[in-house]
């Protein structure tokens, strides 16, 4: 079974690792260490202990677990940070009348709509650091920077901080620097971004606390994460993607995207329908690499439908009300000129009624 056998064109993806495009793709060994897992029944909850061991032993964390995907990750922290390993509170919830702490911070700087993981808990959410606070959920990125405090300074309280670190990766090392360096209790990190694993795939890394409270309240055991299943296939195929992400050159990556982006800037220079080109610094989610804005006017909206319409089909970011932006990571080395051929293409065309 194909795409094309369900009717379905492929979308060059030169937006983000946007979970509506289907995150990113797969590094190489995943879908082959995914396929090998499919072919044997196992015990899941080994599998799932020594992964978790060895995704800890790789970035120096004292324990990890995979979930299914980032936000299922921040339930799971949550739920841990409420009620520890007892199984019977952990049956109780999103119950969570009696519990000393039943308060999870987020600044306000930083609702921006996935605090709703922490009310799947039953926990209330605060805007203040009290006496019933259970943890502060911390989110990582430029884009929740502005009015928040620094992590440091969060983690300075005592109060145990998990950092929604989901789309910031590069760099490798948010694997281990919001714990292992700056003291947070956990990170949670999307297995399906940068790390190019399973799409339905998740990270927590932490004190081992931490990791033992995602375990209790979650599948096979029956409580708030009971339905946030992980499969073998997506056990092995994140841990496949985290030691081949481990291996790459991370700088001569990164300068792989500089490349790309200083071709688009050269390419669309000076072209008609464009108010200007430029370098951004660093991506949408804060990583360490540039991506190309486009400055169109009022007819931004129209470009961006006609791209995606067109063949190839081309996704591009938006940003504002009337610019472009185009992003190396998600775009293999053969589509870099046909991305750039399909957005000449169409700014050409419009360009009469710019």
Aim: some cysteine.
């Amino acid at each position: 079974m194909t795409y094309h056998d369900l009717g379905i064109r492929p979308v060059i993806n030169a937006a983000a690792t946007l979970t509506a495009l289907g995150g990113s793709v797969l590094a190489p060994p995943v879908a082959a260490a995914m396929t090998e897992a499919g072919r044997h029944f196992i015990d899941l909850a080994e599998l799932h202990r020594t992964v978790g061991d060895r995704l800890a032993e790789l970035t120096g964390n004292e324990a990890g677990y995979v979930t299914c995907g980032a936000w299922a990750g921040t339930v799971h922290a949550v739920a841990a940070c409420l009620v520890g390993t007892d199984p019977d509170l952990a049956l109780r919830l999103p119950d969570t009348s009696g519990l000393a702490r039943d308060e999870i911070v987020v600044f306000p700087a930083q609702r921006k709509g996935y605090e709703e993981a922490v009310r799947l808990t039953g926990a209330k959410l605060s805007s203040e650091i009290g006496p019933r606070t259970a943890a502060v959920l911390w989110y990582a990125g430029p884009r929740f920077a502005d009015g928040a405090p620094e992590l440091a300074e969060v983690v300075a309280t005592g109060v145990p901080v998990i950092v929604d670190a989901a789309a910031q990766i590069p760099p490798i090392a948010s694997l281990w620097r919001h714990t292992v360096e700056l003291g947070a209790a956990a990170v949670v990190v999307s297995g399906g971004k940068g790390l190019r694993g399973p799409q339905s795939s998740g990270l927590v890394l932490g004190r081992r606390s931490v990791i033992e409270g995602c375990r209790v309240n979650g599948s096979p055991h029956h409580g708030v994460g009971r339905g946030m299943k992980v499969g073998k296939e997506e056990l092995l195929g994140l841990l496949a993607a985290v030691e081949w992400t481990l291996a790459q050159d991370e700088t001569a990556m990164l300068a792989g995207y500089e490349a790309v982006v200083d071709r688009w800037l050269a390419g669309l220079a000076g072209l008609a329908g464009v108010a200007g080109v430029e370098r951004g610094y660093p991506s949408e989610a804060g990583q360490p690499h540039s991506r190309v804005i486009v400055h169109i006017g009022p007819d931004r909206d129209r470009v961006v439908a006609r791209l995606l319409a067109g063949d190839p089909r081309v996704a591009v970011g938006v940003l504002g009300e009337q610019a472009i932006a185009l992003n190396p990571q998600t775009v293999a080395e053969d589509e870099v000129e046909p991305v750039l051929a399909a957005v000449r293409r169409v700014l050409t065309a419009i360009s009469p009624a710019c």
